[in-house]
C-alpha cells in the first residue's frame, strides 16, 4: 500500500502529515521550514517513511478564486513535482482546514498562543485525511 504524505505550504513553514502503512489514516510531523532545505527534508522523510506519494496543499479563496497564497503554493507544487518525478505528486484544495484545525486544537485544551507550533502539521493531517477520504469515497 501506498503511504502519502501531506504537505500544507505556509509562507514560513510547512505543515506535514503521513499516513500509516495501510493509508487510511494521517498523523502530523513536525513542519518544515520553508527554505532552500525543504526539498532535501522532504527526501529524507520521503525515503525514511517509504512515501510513494505526496499531497500539497492548494489554498483558495472561499469564492474558489485564486489568492496570493494559491501562487505560492502552485510554485512549490511545481518544484516539488520536478524534484520528485519519481512519486505521484498532486495537489488537494485545502480550503478551511487551518481554521478546523486551530478549532480542533483549541477542543483539546490548547491556547492561541501555543497552537502555533502544532496548527500547520494539524492543517496538513485534515487536508491529507479528507484526501484519502476523498480516494475511498470512489
Not at 39 to 47: F, H, I
Request: proline letters at 3%; a negative charge; hydrophobic letters at 45%.
Amino acid at each position: 500500500m501506498t503511504r502519502y504524505l501531506g504537505i500544507d505550504p505556509g509562507t514560513v513553514r510547512c505543515g506535514v502529515a503521513i499516513t500509516d502503512s495501510a493509508a487510511s489514516m494521517a498523523f502530523p510531523r513536525p513542519a518544515l521550514a520553508r527554505d532552500e532545505r525543504l526539498v532535501v527534508a522532504l527526501r529524507s522523510l520521503v525515503d525514511e517513511e517509504s512515501v510513494g506519494a505526496l499531497v500539497i496543499g492548494r489554498p483558495l479563496a472561499l469564492s474558489g478564486k485564486v489568492t496570493a497564497s494559491t501562487t505560492s503554493a502552485d510554485e512549490l507544487f511545481a518544484t516539488l513535482r520536478e524534484s520528485f518525478d519519481d512519486l505521484l505528486v498532486v495537489q488537494w484544495d485545502e480550503r478551511l482546514t487551518t481554521i478546523e484545525a486551530s478549532r480542533s486544537l483549541s477542543g483539546a485544551g490548547l491556547r492561541a498562543r501555543d497552537q502555533r507550533s502544532h496548527l500547520d502539521s494539524a492543517a496538513a493531517v485534515i487536508m491529507l485525511q479528507n484526501y484519502l477520504d476523498g480516494l475511498h469515497a470512489v
